[in-house]
């Protein structure tokens, strides 16, 4: 008999981009009990700021679930300007560590920093109430935003959602429409080496992240989730409390409606029957680029129990 697992209202999916966690969390969206808010930290300056599109299809202003949400939170301590400056200012990669010395130094985040985190509190538990889930999953993935929900008291479940850094370098490298509403729109580029340093990067603070609170870590290898989607389904749905009622899964065919997703990439506005199958999964063409990759991703590769050097096999066909 498996241990009951410990709950939580928010699952946190924490890990460096192009992993994968768009169509992971509109899958887990489709749980009854859960609710799929995609990529939470955007509500401000992508949705407030710019308007741009929900998974809906709406404005995020005009989204019937943000729009209340947003209603909700209209007296939090920080602007939505406020909240995009932070962000801009202090919450990029390159911030990340100085503001963690900062905050261990100062036994704690500064007034702005609060402010960020208890206006972004406020919004997680503005989506409880207007959803009515009992699970709300973020896949923010930052790694300081969620260590600074967990200051101001938010009891996140962190999952740290990992794909091979050579495959995921080899998607930073190719150009990517958002497909947001902004027809310019596209997710920026990154280098081999610099995709590899920050993938160590941020899922070495996801394993920060991770002992920060009583709530083990749960770490999901994209590429398991590819070969068997049902049983890295249930896995995680068993982590949110929860079980795959209310999902239509079969195989790797799911079915999704219509979600919410903040933001994230244009697998948020494929709905009906979608076929769960690698996408980027061709890795680096040139052997420089995999050599790079490998070395910038080490040691974290070997805590991830990734191949450290040798190239891959193809991930399973879809
Ligand atoms: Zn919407």
């Not at 700021?49 to 301590?77: F, M, N, T, Y």
């Not at 729109?185 to 899922?203: A, D, G, I, K, M």
């Amino acid at each position: 008999m498996t241990p009951p697992v410990a709950t939580s209202h928010v699952v946190y999916i924490v890990g460096w981009g192009r992993s994968g966690s768009t169509l992971l969390t509109a899958i887990l969206g489709e749980i009854k009990g859960a609710f799929a808010a995609g990529e939470l930290r955007l509500l401000w300056s992508h949705g407030v700021q710019r308007k741009r599109l929900c998974g809906c299809g709406k404005p995020i202003p005009e989204c019937p679930i943000w729009s209340q949400v947003l209603e909700k939170i209209h007296d939090a301590p920080a602007t939505a300007e406020e909240m995009e400056r932070i962000q801009a200012r202090r919450l990029r990669s390159r911030h990340f560590l100085p503001e963690l010395f900062k905050m261990a130094r100062n036994r704690g985040p500064d007034d702005e920093l609060t402010r960020y985190a208890t206006t972004y509190a406020m919004a997680l538990a503005a989506v409880h109430d207007v959803t009515g889930a009992e699970v709300v999953i973020d896949s923010s993935k930052n790694p300081i935003d969620a260590l600074l929900l967990q200051r101001v008291g938010v009891d996140l479940r962190p999952v740290n959602l990992v794909r091979d850094p050579r495959t995921v370098a080899a998607s930073w490298a190719r150009r990517k429409k958002l497909y947001d509403g902004d027809d310019e729109s596209e997710l920026r580029l990154f280098t081999p080496w610099t995709s590899s340093v920050l993938w160590s990067l941020w899922n070495a603070l996801a394993h920060l992240v991770g002992r920060s609170t009583d709530r083990p870590l749960e770490v999901v290898h994209f590429e398991a989730f590819l070969e068997d989607p049902g049983r890295e389904i249930d896995r995680l749905a068993a982590v949110c409390g929860l079980t795959r009622e209310g999902l239509h899964l079969d195989g790797r065919t799911v079915h999704l409606s219509p979600n919410h997703l903040v933001a994230g990439n244009g697998d948020r506005f494929n709905t009906g029957v979608v076929e769960i199958e690698p996408r980027d999964a061709a890795g680096l063409e040139r052997p420089l680029d995999h050599l790079l990759s490998s070395i910038a991703s080490f040691p974290m590769t070997l805590r991830l129990r990734y191949r450290v050097l040798r190239r891959r096999r193809p991930e399973p066909p879809g």
